[in-house]
């Protein structure tokens, strides 16, 4: 039973151009979380998915951020125009049906904005 | 607004101690705190999941505490190794809402 997959791994990216990064949950889970975390600074939520539908995006800049998860393939979080102030590690979780549940993360992207 | 805070960022200890780490709320009730423990480099794992009807929960060296009253949770590890040595999380979700919350974490080091 594989785990949460994230890729890339590495992403690097110059000012300006776009980021995405994918995320597939474990099998059988239909939550999907994304988590920011900058050098020495803890895990910030973004966003919250279901199939199909963003329950959550509090946590997520208003502009040149999006996410969606879609009834098939991977969530993805994507990036517009990229600023350095992007670089950081993106995590995503999955859990099985609810918030209040163990969630599994994935290994992360490293996004570099050079 | 809701507020999670772990009140150490480093904690050294001896290896065999108890290390004791700290998680408080504030501004809200959660139904259920979980710890979680990240090593450098990785996403976090998943430890132990205690609700708000429950004093203590144990899974082998660890144990995790939590007082409603206080608006804390404490973790324990027990006869701790040098393997134990990460960084420690504790996360919640605000009662009736989303609100997901990380603590910082507190950074454990465990000298052999």
């Known amino acids: 039973n594989a785990g949460v997959m994230q890729n890339p791994r590495h992403l690097v990216r110059r000012r300006g151009q776009e980021a995405r990064l994918r995320c597939s949950p474990m099998?059988?889970?239909?939550?999907v979380y994304w988590y920011r975390q900058l050098p020495e600074e803890g895990l910030k939520f973004m966003v919250y998915?279901?199939?199909?539908?963003?329950?959550?995006e509090s946590g997520m800049p208003k502009e040149r951020f999006s996410a969606e998860f879609p009834k098939e393939g991977p969530s993805i979080l994507r990036i517009q125009q990229v600023v350095r102030g992007d670089s950081a590690a993106y995590f995503c979780?999955?859990?099985?049906?609810?918030?209040?549940?163990?969630?599994?993360f994935g290994p992360g992207t490293r996004l570099l904005v050079l | 607004s809701q507020k999670i805070e772990q009140n150490s960022e480093a904690l050294n200890i001896q290896e065999g101690k108890t290390a004791t780490l700290t998680c408080n709320y504030t501004?809200?009730?959660?139904?259920?705190l979980q710890w979680y423990r990240q090593d450098p480099g990785r996403g976090p794992v998943f430890l132990l999941l205690?609700?708000?009807?429950?004093k203590e929960k144990r899974k082998e060296r660890l144990k995790v505490t939590f007082d409603t009253t206080l608006k804390q949770s404490l973790f324990h590890i027990t006869a701790s190794q040098p393997a134990d040595s990460a960084t420690y999380l504790c996360?919640?979700?605000?009662?009736?809402?989303?609100?997901?919350?990380f603590g910082k974490g507190t950074k454990l080091s465990v000298i052999p």
């Open positions: 099998k059988g889970h239909s939550h």
């Open positions: 205690i609700r708000e009807n429950e």
């Open positions: 501004n809200y009730s959660p139904a259920y």
């Open positions: 996360f919640t979700s605000g009662a009736g809402s989303y609100q997901l919350t």
């Open positions: 998915l279901q199939k199909e539908n963003i329950i959550d």
């Open positions: 979780a999955s859990s099985p049906r609810s918030i209040q549940e163990t969630q599994y």
